[in-house]
């Protein structure tokens, strides 16, 4: 199970032509205070023409929604699609609209909408700092869940009927077609193969869910065909979370359902720091992806100056890799290990800093690395 190696001193990257856009969307709660952070590291990113990169922001999130009802309209949704390569997404949610639509319908209609199938989210433990289980180091948790992310029990279908009453009906469909199980799978080994991680699992629950999982078996075992290079293993989506508590070595990459991705990633999350260090991708590979931190907008932590970054700023690592500049997030993974041991960070992972202080010494180091390797002529 191969461990990127640190890869500061990688040559730096060439010139490119192609400027790439970049959408903002800072959002609700801690989202514009990470967010602040983001652009940051954008900027340094693209100082020198280094990278080049543009960003926009976008008003979309809920005092945006509270002042005139815009949650994401269709002309925003052409204008991101035609002249956008990626969207950069703080967090969404607010404590004023308790049911949270206004959130679903920009959130899902950018993974929906977008048809951004794959939700990407690399479980890395970056610190033995970090690490909460006993008898295990930092090396010992490093794999990247592949969660379904246009279907399942997410699509809405559904409904309610004689609500409030005694013999109210509540009904979510899980929704699992052949088209959507495979392509997710299929994405899962080809990341393997590319990224020569040796095995994937496959997260489900056939032995309850048999029809709708049934059908993940048999596309898992016809992909698995293609790949004769990859080792397959099988695991009940509990069995799962125990195996991740006592043995996470043993995962490279997981492939599994919305649903079980969400619950198994927030579970990754606690193994590599907490919520302050989780990125994510949105991805259609070949296409305009998302990205975003998958902590939300933690309405307690706004405004307090608290908030991790690093969450973001990996996840803008994972955005550059997309956009065709992986040394890129080579470079700000290995600072933020750094960051983490000389304790230059937030009080979660171990430091003494505010969500301000953290961005600006991690953009400072970054600043100075790139003084260090200049980009070649
Ligand atoms: C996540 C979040 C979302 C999800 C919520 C906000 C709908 O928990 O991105 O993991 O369940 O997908
Ligand atoms: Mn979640």
Same mark, same amino acid.
């Given at each position: 199970?191969?461990?990127?190696?640190?890869?500061?001193?990688?040559?730096?990257?060439?010139?490119?032509?192609?400027?790439?856009?970049?959408?903002? #969307?800072?959002?609700?709660?801690?989202?514009?205070?990470?967010?602040?952070?983001?652009?940051?590291?954008?900027?340094?990113?693209?100082?020198?023409?280094? +990278?080049?990169?543009?960003?926009?922001?976008?008003?979309?999130?809920?005092?945006?929604?509270?002042?005139?009802?815009?949650?994401?309209?269709?002309?925003?949704?052409?204008?991101?699609?035609?002249?956008?390569?990626?969207?950069?997404?703080?967090?969404?949610?607010?404590?004023?609209?308790?049911?949270?639509? +206004?959130?679903?319908?920009?959130?899902?209609?950018?993974?929906?909408?977008?048809?951004? +199938?794959?939700?990407?989210?690399?479980?890395?433990?970056?610190?033995?700092?970090?690490?909460?289980?006993?008898?295990?180091?930092?090396?010992?948790?490093?794999?990247?869940?592949?969660?379904?992310?246009?279907?399942?029990?997410?699509?809405?279908?559904?409904?309610?009927?004689?609500?409030?009453?005694?013999?109210? #009906?509540?009904?979510?469909?899980?929704?699992?077609?052949?088209?959507?199980?495979?392509?997710?799978?299929?994405?899962?080994?080809?990341?393997?193969?590319?990224?020569?991680?040796?095995?994937?699992?496959?997260?489900?629950?056939?032995?309850?869910?048999?029809?709708?999982?049934?059908?993940?078996?048999?596309?898992?075992?016809?992909?698995?065909?293609?790949?004769?290079?990859?080792?397959?293993?099988?695991?009940?989506?509990?069995?799962?979370?125990?195996?991740?508590?006592?043995?996470?070595?043993?995962?490279?990459?997981?492939?599994?359902?919305?649903?079980?991705?969400?619950? #198994?990633?927030?579970?990754?999350?606690?193994?590599?720091?907490?919520?302050?260090?989780?990125?994510?991708?949105?991805?259609?590979?070949?296409?305009?992806?998302?990205?975003?931190?998958?902590?939300?907008?933690?309405?307690?932590?706004?405004?307090?100056?608290?908030?991790?970054?690093?969450?973001?700023?990996?996840?803008?690592?994972?955005?550059?890799?997309?956009?065709?500049?992986?040394?890129?997030?080579?470079?700000?993974?290995?600072?933020?290990?750094?960051?983490?041991?000389?304790?230059?960070?937030?009080?979660?992972?171990?430091?003494?800093?505010?969500?301000?202080?953290?961005?600006?010494?991690?953009?400072?180091?970054?600043?100075?690395?790139?003084?260090?390797?200049?980009?070649?002529?």
């Amino acid at each position: 199970m191969g461990r990127a190696p640190d890869r500061l001193t990688v040559p730096a990257p060439p010139l490119r032509a192609q400027t790439k856009n970049v959408a903002l #969307i800072a959002g609700d709660g801690v989202g514009p205070e990470v967010m602040q952070v983001g652009v940051q590291v954008l900027e340094a990113l693209a100082e020198h023409g280094r +990278y080049p990169i543009r960003w926009t922001p976008f008003d979309l999130g809920a005092e945006r929604y509270l002042r005139d009802g815009v949650t994401f309209p269709g002309e925003i949704a052409a204008q991101i699609r035609e002249e956008f390569d990626a969207i950069l997404l703080g967090a969404l949610g607010d404590p004023r609209v308790p049911d949270l639509s +206004y959130a679903r319908e920009i959130l899902f209609g950018i993974r929906f909408g977008f048809d951004l +199938y794959c939700n990407v989210r690399p479980i890395s433990c970056l610190s033995d700092s970090l690490m909460p289980l006993r008898h295990h180091s930092a090396a010992d948790c490093d794999f990247v869940v592949f969660r379904e992310n246009t279907e399942g029990i997410y699509v809405g279908v559904g409904g309610q009927f004689k609500r409030g009453t005694a013999d109210e #009906i509540a009904i979510n469909e899980d929704i699992n077609t052949r088209r959507g199980v495979e392509r997710i799978i299929r994405a899962a080994f080809d990341y393997a193969r590319t990224q020569g991680r040796t095995t994937v699992h496959m997260v489900d629950k056939h032995n309850a869910m048999y029809h709708a999982h049934d059908l993940w078996r048999r596309c898992f075992h016809e992909v698995a065909e293609e790949f004769s290079d990859i080792t397959t293993e099988h695991l009940f989506v509990d069995a799962f979370c125990a195996e991740l508590i006592q043995n996470p070595a043993r995962f490279d990459v997981v492939v599994t359902c919305n649903l079980f991705g969400d619950i #198994i990633t927030d579970l990754g999350a606690a193994l590599q720091g907490g919520m302050g260090m989780a990125a994510s991708a949105n991805i259609h590979p070949g296409r305009l992806s998302m990205f975003e931190p998958v902590h939300g907008s933690a309405p307690t932590l706004a405004g307090t100056d608290t908030a991790n970054p690093f969450a973001m700023v990996l996840t803008v690592g994972m955005m550059m890799t997309d956009l065709g500049w992986p040394e890129a997030e080579a470079r700000l993974t290995t600072l933020i290990k750094r960051a983490i041991e000389q304790k230059a960070c937030t009080r979660d992972v171990g430091g003494t800093l505010g969500t301000r202080e953290t961005g600006e010494a991690l953009c400072g180091s970054l600043a100075r690395a790139y003084a260090e390797s200049p980009r070649p002529s």
